[in-house]
């Protein structure tokens, strides 16, 4: 069984910046990908950036160049440091596992709140 924990998120300032951390623990073998999605009211979850074990990267038009997704796969983690954070990023950030390209797992999500 997957379990996914995520932490580090919390109310910054526009233009400030926060780091997320995922830990991943249980069997994935079989790792296709790992990354962040995010829900904001009233709309849908969307991608934010994933990453894959070979180290190839796929971000969102929104966040390219503000937001950077790492991983440690020794520790099962993943990261996303944000910067430059607007306030339409506020949103409920999920982490996010893939095995076998089509067995998907999240986390509890963790609430970032970009406000003045």
């Known amino acids: 069984q997957v379990r996914l924990v995520e932490s580090g998120g919390g109310l910054v300032q526009p233009g400030g910046s926060l780091t997320l951390s995922c830990a991943a623990s249980g069997s994935f073998s079989s790792l296709s990908a790992m990354g962040w999605y995010r829900q904001a009211p009233g709309k849908q979850r969307e991608l934010v950036a994933t990453?894959?074990?070979?180290?190839?990267?796929n971000y969102a038009d929104s966040v390219r160049g503000r937001l950077t997704i790492s991983r440690d796969s020794a520790k099962g983690a993943v990261y996303l440091q944000m910067n430059s954070l607007k306030p339409e990023d506020t949103a409920v950030y999920y982490c996010?596992?893939?095995?076998?390209?089509?067995?998907?797992?999240w986390g509890r999500g963790t609430q970032v709140t970009v406000s003045s």
């Open positions: 996010y596992l893939q095995l076998a390209w089509k067995y998907d797992y």
């Open positions: 990453v894959t074990p070979g180290g190839r990267t």
